[in-house]
């Protein structure tokens, strides 16, 4: 049966990151989120994924609650996964949590992506890079975070809706754009905040800053996800600047902010599709 909070994996092997992977178990554990370690190497490194207590399981018996999954940590970069790169069961699960829809966390890569790891790999914002350093268990608290308040409004009797694009122009009032970020983020749990153009972009930066302000009155920190949208004006196609917003419970009125697209090097957009995203079954 799945968690109502949610089910992270936690991939596991030599050279893996443990104090990576430490942060996310403890904070989706505080959050309520079911928490599996998966074993990549055989059985001597299988009893190394001491940071999550039982279960711990081998790719196999994670291939079959893949559908009850709503993210998987990669503790460390994408040149790691080179090692396994000829193992279709570790391509299968990653390619049947991306087709879920499943959240996809790795590590950043110090150089260009092997590219055919880079085609096995989702693109963003599915494929989310974890940040170094102070950042990490915050973002792994806003991560656990937005899995629960999805998982939430799944439930019956909880809405569903997706919230209003919140459009800002170079002459948009930053105070009223702020507190349509604010009401947004508490009714929805995130906003999300559009931009086109460097006078209207200002105009959205500072609406950020004062929304935060209003969401600190309700003891909730802001997160901010920036990425690039193509839209369409009149005929023709202009680049516009999107904000992803959210925000969680907390008493430290502190602001963190940082990209999905921090993969260096970055991964190109391939139209081939993973050999391993098909359904039949591997044994």
Request: proline share 6%; hydrophobic share 45%; charged share 20%.
């Amino acid at each position: 049966m799945k968690n109502r909070a949610g089910t992270a994996l936690i991939l596991w092997a030599s050279y893996f990151d443990e104090l990576v992977a430490v942060s996310f178990a403890s904070e989706f554990r505080q959050m309520g989120m079911r928490v599996i370690s998966v074993a990549l190497n055989p059985d001597s490194e299988y009893q190394k994924g001491e940071f999550v207590s039982p279960p711990r399981y081998n790719l196999q018996e994670a291939l079959q609650i893949s559908s009850e999954v709503d993210c998987l940590v990669i503790p460390a970069s994408p040149a790691a996964l080179a090692q396994f790169e000829q193992d279709p069961l570790l391509w299968r699960l990653i390619a049947d949590l991306r087709q879920r829809g499943a959240r996809i966390v790795i590590g950043k890569a110090e150089g260009q992506i092997d590219r055919t790891i880079a085609r096995l790999l989702p693109p963003h914002p599915q494929l989310i890079a974890y940040p170094a350093g102070e950042k990490l268990l915050l973002f792994a608290r806003w991560v656990a975070y937005l899995i629960v308040v999805e998982n939430d409004q799944s439930r019956p009797g909880k809405s569903r809706s997706t919230p209003p694009l919140i459009k800002v122009a170079s002459d948009s009032v930053p105070g009223s754009v702020a507190g349509a970020i604010a009401g947004v983020t508490r009714q929805y749990g995130y906003a999300e905040v559009q931009s086109v153009g460097a006078a209207a972009g200002n105009q959205m930066l500072k609406s950020i800053a004062i929304a935060k302000s209003y969401l600190t009155v309700d003891k909730l920190a802001l997160f901010v996800v920036p990425d690039f949208a193509t839209i369409e004006i009149a005929g023709f196609s202009h680049s516009a600047i999107r904000l992803f917003v959210s925000a969680w419970p907390t008493n430290q009125g502190e602001w963190i902010g940082w990209g999905i697209d921090a993969l260096t090097g970055a991964v190109e957009q391939q139209t081939e599709p993973s050999p391993y995203s098909n359904t039949d079954s591997i044994t």
